[in-house]
């Protein structure tokens, strides 16, 4: 069994502050962490084009990018459900931009929520401009619409929570091919900048929708079978827990070949580090459920630490094991 954890590895600011946070209220996790081999992945998205957590989700699908795209472009195929080699898939993504003293910058899609009926106003309000343009939008969900671009179409993929981490200056589609497209996105923003939706979010406090973010480009793709096989397991074994922790359950999904524990994604992605450390003892009574030779990933801004048993040697039955020291890669610089 393989789980995976994202949000584990704060980022190193704040990471020597919550060493003892972890060491008390998450002794079953201290326990693997020093128990477990560690191995750090990075996973930088400015060569990705998306988070840690999304690349380990890529490739436990079994995704492999193309000599011309980023690993992350391979997501939205893959929320699109576009499993057609012979079909490029675009998708474009509601966002909330906001300029501050470093830039603009894109709000995370995990601090903000979108209605179905805030999506459908926003797409009404702007259907009239797809008219007589060579290019045409669709939504696939309350946050993504797809869009078929011309095929000389190419740009660097990143995607929105990955975005979330740059600044937009630097990543802003500039590419003569994507012109047509930056106009119509610039209309769509007059659209949008006083729309009744963007009026009642402003009184309710909430950031206003009001561009979007395109990323994808590669071709339609299909997870390999072994990873639809994996996840029927992980859902056999998520049944297998439900009744001997029903609380921390609520916090797990299945995806691809992992277990995935979501109760620190959310606090680490707002930054908020005091719900982190509340969410802190339920990892640790979730981990006390399982095997203590389960696999653990554990992901953060620009890596991923995998955890795995170490192989038994002839000689670890006549010496006590040394602990690991997992000081030092829960330091290192973000």
């Known amino acids: 069994m393989h789980l995976l954890i994202p949000g584990a590895l704060p980022p190193a600011n704040v990471a020597k502050d919550l060493i003892p946070q972890v060491e008390r209220h998450c002794p079953a996790l201290v326990e ?8 750090v992945q990075e996973l930088a998205p400015e060569h990705t084009g998306c988070t840690p957590f999304e690349a380990i989700r890529l490739q436990q699908l079994g995704y492999t990018p193309t000599a011309s795209t980023n690993l992350g ?28 003293r470093e830039g603009a910058t894109i709000a995370h899609p995990a601090s903000f929520a979108v209605t179905a009926d805030e999506a459908d106003a926003l797409f009404d309000a702007v259907s009239e401009l797809w008219a007589d343009r060579a290019i045409s939008a669709l939504p696939i969900n309350a946050r993504q619409w797809r869009i078929w671009l011309d ?45 009744p939706v963007n009026i009642a979010r402003a009184e309710r406090g909430e950031v206003p929708i009001n561009s979007l973010w395109l990323f994808g480009g590669a071709r339609g793709w299909s997870p390999t079978h072994s990873a639809v096989q994996t996840a029927a397991e992980a859902q056999s074994r998520n049944r297998a827990h439900k009744e001997a922790l029903t609380s921390s359950q609520s916090q797990t999904t299945d995806l691809s070949s992992a277990l995935i524990y979501e109760g620190l994604h959310t606090p680490y992605l707002q930054g908020d580090w005091a719900a982190w ?40 039955a006549l010496l006590a094991p040394r602990p690991q020291l997992w000081n030092t890669w829960w330091n290192l610089p973000n």
């Open 151 to 195: 095929p000389s179409a190419s740009t660097r993929s990143l995607t929105p929570a990955a975005m979330a981490e740059m600044r937009l200056s630097d990543w802003w589609p500039q590419e003569d091919s994507l012109r047509e497209w930056r106009r119509l996105l610039n209309e769509i923003q007059m659209v949008w900048h006083e729309h």
């Open 32 to 39: 693997r962490l020093k128990t477990l081999v560690a191995t």
């Open 73 to 100: 472009a391979g997501l939205a195929a893959l929320h699109a459900g576009l499993k057609n080699p012979s079909e490029t898939v675009w998708l474009a993504e509601l966002s909330a931009i906001s300029v501050g």
């Open 277 to 316: 450390i509340a969410a802190l003892p339920a990892l640790s009574q979730y981990l006390s459920t399982l095997e203590h030779n389960t696999s653990l990933t554990l992901t953060g801004q620009q890596r991923v630490v995998v955890l795995t048993p170490s192989r038994k040697r002839w000689w670890h």
